[in-house]
């Protein structure tokens, strides 16, 4: 058999890099396969990143990868894992380039696929005026005209926190507004207006956010737009190597079960980051994959 790893971390960012950061100051044989693509480089910079506070996410991952190259059992591979077997006390992972890999262990850190509404002009604005977290963007957009795109209980929520960067927040509820007379009266209190009409598209001039068009043709000034978004899977591989996922909720449709320990139902499969922490930000991502990483460790010392 080939070089077996001890672990193979999949995913290269925060929650991949910050896993393989202590597995190899563990001196265990890591590989890192990275896919890409990470759904937060479209992001003009981290917000609330003690240290990398505003700083483009790509930079990070950069700065995060040259730090592991000081670790001689850490390697990175740019691929994508598509089919994983499971063995008696190994893994099997076939990458998309043909290539086979064997570990003891694997950590689970793809990251999730964001779903927003399909808009004309919301993705071109996506991670700067158009945003899905006030923490990671309510700064830039403070004092701004907001609105909040989405609906029932979220909508009210989401619409009533936005008020700590603006006074001045309206609710659009893409059609009749599936809220109850008191969360209608909650947010009158707060002074957020509510607007039923059809969203038609996410207007912008020079890469700025300037208002949202309804159907009727009409438009909304807005500087900023906060909008509900999902959290789903960004491949099957989770799915194929049989681990358990909890009941969708609000945020995360397809979010992988893990114990206190970041294990998955699947002995020897951990996972990380967005895939199973409740709150998607970049700090929650790299403290769960420095724990798991931890955790994988202990799990070799208690094989004795």
Sequence with gaps: MDKIWDCVVVGGGAAGLSAALVLGRARRHTLVVDAGAQSNLAAH???GLLGFDGVAPSELYAKGRRELAAYPTVEVRAGEVLVPTVGEDTFTLELADGSVVHTRRVLLAMGMRYEAPDLPGLAALWGDSVFHCPFCHGWEARDKPLAVLANGDRGVHMATMLQGWSDDVVLLTNGPAEVTADA??????????????AVAEVASENGEMTGVVFADGTTLARGGLL?????????????????????PGPIT?????????WRTSVPG?????DLSVPMPQVAAAIASGSAAAAAVVGSFLEEG
């Design 269 to 273: 499969v951990f996972a990380a980051g």
């Design 184 to 197: 209608r009266a909650r947010l009158t209190a707060a002074g957020v207006r509510l607007d039923e009409r």
């Design 227 to 247: 909008v509900a978004t999902t959290l789903h899977q960004r491949s099957a591989l989770a799915a194929k190597l049989g681990v358990e996922f909890a009941a």
């Design 45 to 47: 910079g981290i917000g």
């Design 253 to 261: 449709a397809e979010a992988i079960r893990v114990d206190g320990a």
